[in-house]
């Protein structure tokens, strides 16, 4: 009986669970904010590539105009 209550103190004590949850809150947080980025990045040069097709595409002396 002593081993088992000298078992479930240590359980108590021990931080590791703790700081394992707190890293893996704090990594989803990063990998969300990444990827959020990423796909603001992705859109913005989306939008510039059809902005400058749809000028090539409206100037048939091969001239760009400005946008």
Known sequence: MN???TMTR?????ENGAA???YSI???II????????AGIG???T???T??????????TGVITAC
């Not at 240590?10 to 021990?14: I, K, S, V």
């Not at 990998?31 to 990423?38: F, M, R, Y």
């Not at 000028?55 to 048939?60: F, V």
């Open 3 to 5: 081993k088992l209550m």
């Open 10 to 14: 240590q359980f108590r004590d021990d």
């Open 20 to 22: 394992m949850v707190e």
């Open 26 to 28: 704090l990594i989803g």
């Open 31 to 38: 990998a969300v904010a990444a990827i959020t980025a990423i």
């Open 43 to 45: 859109l913005y040069v």
């Open 47 to 49: 939008h510039q590539f």
């Open 51 to 60: 902005t400058l097709c749809n000028s090539l595409k409206s100037n048939s």
